[in-house]
């Protein structure tokens, strides 16, 4: 073999074997080894530390984020209810029907879930300003705020209102056979003026509809709170077992629930008229606290002329003989709804005599009225679109009915405080019907005020509000339905929407101010606003 031909092999000889060249590798000392898997297993337990402290920090972050969006959502007093959630409902639903429709299944999915808006801390807010705390028909309630039964038609949210702070939830109302009420559209949003207007003309599913959805309600809370279930729950707690209003099923709170005739029910039969209201009375009286006579819905036709003096007294004898016949330990309490548009001294001085005559236990002063002269000021500058829904038909609510609502507490609390009408001759008088003068002798009487410590501030707000002008904040002395005179009481509704007039319609003699469309456009948080307006009203005048 030649030179060149060796130097060739030598140059290109093989690769050799990976694994013998693995094992051609340099061989380190133990100790610079050691140290340097040492270093290794630091660097990579200092990334593990990071990582574990990155992951720990976001996720305490998204708690956090979750939990102080959770507390501010849930709270009445957060902004973005009446400043974004209104607007934003009344944008994506132009017909204010469905917008109220939604707003009412969105509350109750989120109170199913445990998620919906509610008072936080109720007792102690309560504890850090005035004492609004009333006493009406024996029960001492937190406030004398109430909600009106427009906001819920079918008892579908009772519990989800009266998480929102109210001290008396208006349901209904509830005529006896389902009835679709009038066509859509039927409601109508007036935004400048905050206002509504509708002809629902009582739609409901029913009165046994209603009757079922309560019951089932209280037996759901006594299964809850450690009652039991079936029937001899529902019998403990609707028979006080519980220690809560059987109503309301909350402390401090009752629940009100309004009963209508059925529109096919013809007026002039006050035999037939009579068994629709007694009918859903025996229906749902188990499950209310009060029960509330519609007889002033300004879109059923004929049903305001049953506020005439005769038929009313026969409608309302019949209530409250169903009333106190209810399989319960304590009988609800019976008020009538009265129409604003009956303001005539006659029409007026009817009702109270039929208030009298038939032993009921209290009116509501207002509902929506169909009049439209005088409603809004000229000055005020409509759009022309708002311009023709005024002219729609139906019953208007809204800021506007403040003064005539206030107007009407005033004289109905005057004549109801001067006591029953002589009775004609050869007739006795009714047996409720002693001297209101000496007012309730237990002192737990109907709209009795435990108010105490706060100045009263009746001069302050109403000036001189006549016989029984008294308020929130008044003296023992006063009382809420005005000196002494507590045997009928007077919740009013119509077109109160801040504090000072909630303390203005109580000055007059009201012992409940209850709200409607300032709930529709102000949001969830519309009545711990109202109450802490009413707390700073009192504090400055006091």
Request: with cysteine.
């Amino acid at each position: 073999m030649s030179h060149t031909s060796l130097r060739l092999l030598r140059t290109h000889r093989p690769p050799l074997p990976r694994l013998i060249l693995s094992q051609c590798r340099p061989i380190l000392p133990r100790a610079t080894l050691h140290s340097t898997r040492s270093a290794s297993t630091e660097a990579s337990d200092a990334r593990s530390l990071v990582t574990r402290l990155k992951n720990f920090l976001f996720g305490t972050s998204i708690f956090l984020f979750g939990a102080f969006s959770y507390l501010y959502i849930t709270d009445t007093r957060a902004g973005v209810h009446q400043w974004l959630a209104v607007p934003a409902l009344r944008w994506i639903y132009p017909d204010a029907e469905d917008a109220h429709h939604v707003g009412t299944q969105t509350l109750k999915a989120l109170y199913s879930f445990g998620i919906h808006p509610r008072e936080r801390n109720p007792k102690v807010q309560d504890s850090k300003g005035p004492d609004l705390s009333i006493e009406v028909f024996g029960h001492k309630l937190q406030n004398p705020i109430g909600t009106s039964a427009g906001i819920d038609k079918l008892a579908e949210i009772p519990d989800a209102l009266l998480a929102l702070g109210p001290a008396i939830v208006e349901v209904g109302g509830a005529t006896p056979y389902p009835q679709d009420g009038n066509p859509k559209p039927r409601v109508f949003r007036l935004p400048s003026q905050k206002a509504l207007i509708n002809r629902y003309g009582l739609n409901s599913l029913g009165a046994e509809d209603m009757a079922m959805r309560l019951r089932e309600r209280v037996r759901l809370f006594a299964y809850h709170n450690g009652y039991g279930i079936g029937e001899e729950a529902e019998e403990l707690v609707l028979n006080g077992g519980a220690g809560v209003p059987p109503g309301s099923l909350a402390e401090g709170k009752l629940l009100a629930v309004q009963v209508a005739k059925n529109k096919f029910t013809k007026d002039e039969d006050l035999d037939a008229v009579r068994r629709d209201y007694v009918y859903c009375v025996e229906m749902l009286a188990p499950y209310a606290d009060i029960l509330v006579v519609n007889v002033s819905s300004p879109n059923t036709p004929g049903l305001r002329t049953l506020q005439r003096v005769e038929p009313l007294t026969k409608i309302l004898e019949g209530v409250v003989g169903a009333a106190k016949s209810v399989n319960r330990e304590t009988a609800p309490k019976v008020m009538v709804k009265v129409s604003p548009d009956e303001d005539q001294d006659e029409q007026i001085e009817g009702i109270v005599e039929a208030i009298w005559r038939s032993g009921v236990d209290g009116v509501i002063v207002g509902n929506t009225t169909k009049r439209r002269h005088n409603l809004i000021p000229q000055h005020v500058d409509l759009s022309p679109k708002e311009r023709q829904i005024l002219d729609e038909q139906g019953g208007f609510s809204g800021p506007h009915m403040f003064e005539r609502t206030l107007g009407l507490v005033k004289r109905y609390r005057r004549l109801l405080d001067e006591g029953p009408p002589a009775p004609p001759k050869g007739k006795k008088q009714p047996k409720e019907s002693t001297n209101p003068v000496a007012g309730p002798t237990s002192g737990d009487g109907p709209g009795s005020t435990i108010v105490e410590k706060v100045e009263t501030v009746k001069e302050g707000l109403t000036g001189s509000g006549g016989t029984g002008s008294t308020g929130v904040g008044g003296s023992l002395t006063d009382g809420l339905t005005g000196a002494g005179h507590g045997q009928k009481v007077i919740f009013a509704t119509g077109g109160i929407t801040n504090g000072k007039q909630a303390l203005e319609i109580l000055n007059a003699g009201a012992s409940v101010a209850q709200i409607y469309t300032a709930l529709i456009y102000g949001g969830v948080g519309t009545v711990s606003r109202i109450k802490k307006e009413m707390r700073e009203e009192i504090e400055k005048k006091g």
